[in-house]
């Protein structure tokens, strides 16, 4: 399969790097043709200008900026995102990325009744890995888990609702143990091997 990873953490000695590798050498040896995204070793510029919301509905236009990542999203059948959860939510280099590539014309096409169509039915297989530093019942039950809703309803969408997901979370970072993070990647590896 051919699998779009999206990385995002800016520091490469972090629990997410490990994972974010564990993740990436699990899919090759699984088989797949994999295209590793690093948003912050790229330094990708999260801000949506004034200028590209301007020229946002422009389809001749809007892409221009970030056709390379738009093409990886187009060839794609699999997405995986890795990412930590800060301030209960995505971080902002990663949202930047949704505003400025799921475009008109690339993540869906307006009708012209302004009614929003799917079009990343090229997309088969979503995941999202990430790490809270709280518990899972304080990100689930008090904040909702909006990083979760957010990459595997959202993506879900876009796909036309035919993707399947799946959420791998290592939750409580602040009082995890060895154990509990090799544990995490034991999982990643065994769920990135087996990715369909």
Same mark, same amino acid.
């Given at each position: 399969m051919k699998i779009l990873?999206?990385?995002?953490?800016?520091?490469?000695? #972090? @629990?997410?790097?490990?994972?974010?590798?564990? =993740? &990436?050498? $699990? %899919? !090759?040896?699984?088989?797949?043709? *994999?295209?590793?995204?690093?948003?912050?070793?790229e330094g990708f510029d999260?801000?949506?200008?004034?200028?590209?919301?301007?020229?946002?509905?422009?389809?001749?236009?809007?892409?221009?900026?970030?056709?390379?990542?738009?093409?990886?999203?187009?060839?794609?059948?699999?997405?995986?995102?890795?990412?930590?959860?800060?301030?209960?939510?995505?971080?902002?280099?990663?949202?930047?990325?949704?505003?400025?590539?799921?475009?008109?014309?690339? #993540? @869906?096409?307006?009708?012209?009744?302004?009614? =929003? &169509?799917? $079009? %990343? !039915?090229?997309?088969?297989?979503? *995941?999202?890995?990430?790490?809270?530093?709280?518990?899972?019942?304080?990100?689930?039950?008090?904040?909702?888990?909006?990083?979760?809703?957010?990459?595997?309803r959202y993506f879900k969408?876009?796909?036309?609702?035919?993707?399947?997901?799946?959420?791998?979370?290592?939750?409580?970072?602040?009082?995890?143990?060895?154990?509990?993070?090799?544990?995490?990647?034991?999982?990643?590896?065994?769920?990135?091997?087996?990715?369909?």
């Amino acid at each position: 399969m051919k699998i779009l990873v999206v990385y995002c953490h800016p520091v490469e000695t #972090s @629990f997410n790097a490990e994972i974010h590798r564990t =993740a &990436v050498a $699990a %899919l !090759r040896e699984g088989g797949h043709d *994999v295209e590793d995204v690093d948003l912050y070793a790229e330094g990708f510029d999260p801000v949506l200008s004034r200028e590209d919301r301007l020229s946002y509905h422009d389809q001749s236009v809007n892409r221009l900026k970030v056709q390379r990542y738009v093409d990886l999203l187009q060839w794609a059948e699999g997405l995986v995102f890795v990412f930590p959860t800060w301030c209960y939510g995505l971080p902002a280099m990663l949202k930047g990325w949704f505003d400025r590539v799921l475009l008109p014309g690339v #993540s @869906f096409e307006l009708t012209d009744e302004g009614i =929003a &169509v799917p $079009a %990343l !039915r090229n997309i088969k297989s979503i *995941v999202g890995i990430s790490t809270y530093g709280r518990p899972w019942w304080v990100a689930t039950f008090v904040i909702s888990n909006l990083p979760k809703r957010h990459i595997l309803r959202y993506f879900k969408l876009l796909s036309g609702g035919r993707a399947r997901t799946k959420w791998l979370a290592h939750y409580d970072m602040n009082r995890s143990t060895p154990a509990s993070r090799g544990k995490f990647l034991a999982r990643v590896a065994t769920e990135m091997k087996s990715f369909r």
